[in-house]
């Protein structure tokens, strides 16, 4: 059974690429009747590698070159995002593990970001994941009396929200309209703190926008 998997695996990879460089209208056409996924309507995808079980992409969505979606179980695209180029989207090979992206419409995704999409990742409606290299991260190690154990969990970020470059969330909680500042790293609960908080810091901590210097936030 595992030599099968792998063969399946393997499998996947070499359709997935052959499929990565079929022009988009193509592209789009062969996910719609070949592999069932809903594809919406003026839906551009450049060179890059879909490996997913579920796929739902809205009407009007663009995504660049070399990002790779890989073991997700489910991929939920809402209508007017973009995903730019060379980001990596990782599930997990855990089956009892929920391994979801979901993205709101009228969402961005500026380059060169990681994604841990073990647990689910819910990203709300025009919100921007701005500048580069920030990391989402849904699995920690826990480590108990006499053993540890990998556990997944969830990111929420609330619509209109703004993402510094360089940041860090793990587990994380976010309401509506609020600003992650650059090199942030956040890793609890702020869901019930009202709209249009601004988190920064390591760890991050709240402040008040009218006295905090946000300016290397964009």
Known sequence: MGDRKRAKAWWDVLVGCLCALLPSP???????????????????????????NRVEIGDRVTVGHFNV??????LSVGSDCTILNMNYFSGASYENWPCN???GSGTVLTSHH???????????????????????W?????????????????IVVGEGSYIGARSMLIGAKLPGETVVA???VVTKDYST????????????????????????VN
């Open 26 to 52: 193509l592209k789009c056409f062969v996910y719609r009747r070949c592999y069932g996924w809903q594809v919406g309507s003026d839906v551009r995808i450049g060179f890059s590698l879909l490996l997913c």
């Open 69 to 74: 979606f890989k073991q997700l179980k489910r």
């Open 114 to 136: 990681y994604l841990d999409c073990g647990g689910t990742i819910h990203i709300g409606e025009k919100c921007t994941i701005g500048g580069r290299d920030t990391h989402f």
């Open 193 to 216: 703190a009202g709209y249009g908080i601004l988190l920064a810091g390591n760890p991050a901590v709240e402040k008040t926008r009218a006295k905090a210097k946000v300016a290397n």
């Open 182 to 184: 650059a090199g942030s």
């Open 101 to 103: 992206l979901i993205i």
């Open 138 to 154: 849904t699995h920690s190690l826990v480590f108990g009396a006499s053993s540890r154990k990998l556990e997944w969990s969830s």
